[in-house]
C-alpha cells in the first residue's frame, strides 16, 4: 500500500526536484511544474510518453496542455497527499525531457 511521504522523505526526496523546476502547490500536498516544448507536436509527444508510464505505474497526473506547454500537478489521491509514487513519476516526466 501506498504511504504518505514522511518528513524525513520529504526532504531527501523533494529537494532534488526543486532544482528541476517542482514546487509545492499552495494550499494542496502536491508538486507541480510546467513544461514548454517547442512545439505543439513535442508537448503531445511527451504527455504520450509519460502516459505510458503513468499508466504502467497506475498512477495517473493532473495535467493540462495548451499548445507547447504542459502543467503537470502530482498528488496521490488514496493517501490525500504526497507519496513515493509522485516522486518518481517527477522523476520519469524529468527524465523523458532530456
Same mark, same amino acid.
Given at each position: 500500500m501506498t504511504e504518505k511521504l514522511s518528513d524525513? $522523505?520529504?526532504?531527501?526526496?523533494l529537494t532534488p526536484l526543486q532544482e528541476?523546476?517542482?514546487?509545492? /502547490?499552495d494550499g494542496r500536498d502536491a508538486i507541480h511544474k510546467e513544461f514548454k516544448f517547442k512545439s505543439f507536436i513535442e508537448a503531445f509527444g511527451?504527455?504520450?510518453?509519460?502516459?505510458?508510464? $503513468?499508466e504502467k505505474w497506475n498512477h495517473h497526473p493532473e495535467w493540462s496542455n495548451v499548445y507547447n506547454? /504542459?502543467?503537470?500537478?502530482?498528488?496521490?489521491?488514496?493517501?490525500?497527499?504526497l507519496s513515493a509514487l509522485d516522486v518518481k513519476l517527477a522523476r520519469k516526466m524529468d527524465s523523458l525531457t532530456e
Open positions: 524525513t $522523505a520529504r526532504k531527501t526526496m528541476t523546476g517542482w514546487a509545492m /502547490v511527451f504527455m504520450t510518453r509519460a502516459a505510458i508510464w $503513468a506547454r /504542459v502543467e503537470v500537478v502530482l498528488t496521490t489521491h488514496e493517501v490525500d497527499g
